[in-house]
């Protein structure tokens, strides 16, 4: 069983930045490629990113790929998601997953585990 635990939502003006931060517990950390979605009110969760277990692959959806980046630290059980040049359409509760298995995937029922959200809200 893999705890997710996110952080660092918030509220960010257009054109701001904010990382998140994805806690995960257990020590196979690496053995899992992780995932970043988000759901906006009145719509079906969305894939953002995904990174595989070494972190040598990563993927983005077409809305998101040249201002989103995401990175993670094995040694710290953590998955990060920086997001640059925010926009309005941004705003979502922004999840993340591990899959077990080392490739990353961009399917949301590829996921084994979701952590609980953390909001993000940009302001025009």
């Known amino acids: 069983q893999v705890q997710l635990v996110e952080s660092g939502g918030g509220l960010a003006q257009a054109g701001g930045s904010l990382r998140l931060s994805c806690v995960a517990s257990?020590?196979?950390?690496?053995?899992?490629?992780m995932g970043w979605f988000r759901q906006a009110p009145g719509k079906e969760r969305e894939f953002v990113a995904t990174i595989s277990g070494s972190g040598g692959s990563t993927y983005y959806a077409a809305s998101v790929k040249g201002r989103f980046t995401i990175s993670r630290d094995n040694a710290r059980n953590t998955v990060y998601l920086q997001m640059s040049s925010l926009k309005p359409e941004d705003t979502a509760v922004y999840y993340c997953?591990?899959?077990?298995?080392?490739?990353?995937?961009?399917?949301?029922?590829?996921?084994?585990?979701w952590g609980q959200g953390t909001q993000v809200t940009v302001s025009s």
């Open positions: 257990g020590r196979t950390f690496g053995s899992y490629a």
């Open positions: 997953a591990a899959k077990m298995g080392s490739g990353g995937a961009f399917r949301l029922n590829a996921y084994d585990y």
